[in-house]
């Protein structure tokens, strides 16, 4: 005899709900998962000897509570979901529900800020203490973090990169906390699992949508204070001189992408080893017409080849992560053929 309801464990669950639907629905389901969970599923299921009305009715009445939060959640957010299950339910079964189903959806906390333009953020952050900011950005998207992290204080800015960098796992309490003090709509984090977010990718995805001149003001300034941290960001990052490091066919199919002005903007000050790399993937007209054209620009603003700059690797990051060219980050043997 299967344990009772209160005894049983998510698997026990899952079997018996299958149990109950039938064998034509649990093949359905059996196409969304993956073969290991098939077979720890095929295994419970194979186990239970008998379920009970009883038992049967609480587990299917528990499963339309978890679908019908989690249709709630995706319509309008994890504070929407709340709201409309507590005047359904009440409080505590609307608790107890949401606190269930968020860590199997990995809910983030601050949902509600990562529907929020950045500048309206920015607004209620940009005086809280340095930590705060950076457990803030952490959980955002990293573009709206990247706004956000630009327009803070120059001052700032490699102090919460290095916080974000650095970040392990915050404790439950320390979230919800926070997220009373800045947005006061959520009344608790719902749940209870210390959250992994911060670390070294996470600085990354959030400088490389910064501007060129943020991006380097905390990459010197973390050069300074973390050499090692500095370098290890360095290493995940893609700045326009980096284009040295893209095979031929690589740089051909950039140069093809970018806008010849902004081309000529972001070769009129780069290195002579960038300008050879570059000009020796063009035909010998085209280079010879580049130069010529470079020659002729007279003075250029800093500002407006940074923005050019920023407008390719902008075109080099997006041609990667449509899978069209490789970039070789940390090292050679990290390289993809």
Do not use: C, W
């Not at 038992?55 to 009445?61: D, F, G, P, S, Y």
């Not at 960098?165 to 979230?175: H, R």
């Not at 490091?245 to 051909?252: F, G, K, M, P, V």
């Not at 002579?272 to 085209?286: A, C, G, L, P, Q």
């Amino acid at each position: 005899m299967v344990r009772k309801k209160s005894a049983l464990t998510g698997k026990q669950k899952a079997a018996i709900l299958l149990i109950s639907l039938g064998p034509d629905v649990s093949a359905q389901v059996y196409k969304f998962l993956t073969p290991e969970e098939i077979e720890q599923l095929t295994l419970e299921i194979s186990s239970v000897k008998k379920v009970d009305n009883e038992q049967k009715a609480a587990i299917l009445e528990e499963f339309q509570e978890i679908a019908l939060a989690q249709d709630y959640i995706s319509q309008g957010g994890i504070g929407y979901a709340k709201t409309v299950l507590e005047k359904a339910l009440g409080t505590d079964k609307a608790n107890d529900i949401l606190s269930r189903l968020t860590s199997s959806l990995q809910v983030k906390p601050f949902d509600f800020a990562r529907k929020a333009e950045p500048s309206q953020i920015i607004n209620f952050i940009q005086n809280e203490h340095p930590q705060t900011i950076a457990l803030v950005l952490s959980y955002l998207d990293s573009e709206q973090s990247a706004q956000i992290l630009s327009d803070l204080p120059q001052e700032l800015q490699a102090d919460i990169a290095k916080r974000i960098a650095v970040m392990d796992s915050t404790s439950p309490e320390i979230i919800a906390e926070v997220e009373q003090i800045l947005e006061r709509k959520l009344s608790t984090t719902v749940t209870q699992d210390y959250t992994q977010t911060g670390g070294i990718q996470a600085v990354v995805d959030v400088l490389n949508g910064v501007d060129r001149s943020t991006e380097r003001t905390i990459l010197d300034a973390l050069e300074i204070d973390d050499p090692e941290l500095a370098e290890e960001i360095r290493k995940r990052m893609f700045v326009f001189e980096d284009i040295v490091t893209l095979d031929n066919r690589a740089i051909q199919r950039v140069i093809r992408e970018v806008e010849n002005d902004d081309l000529r903007l972001s070769l009129k000050v780069s290195s002579d080893e960038v300008k050879d790399i570059v000009f020796s993937n063009m035909s010998t007209r085209m280079a010879e017409t580049f130069k010529e054209e470079m020659e002729f620009m007279g003075p250029v603003r800093l500002r407006d080849v940074e923005e050019a700059q920023s407008r390719i690797v902008s075109v080099v990051r997006r041609l990667e992560e449509i899978g069209e060219i490789v970039i070789a980050r940390g090292g050679g043997d990290d390289i993809i053929v």
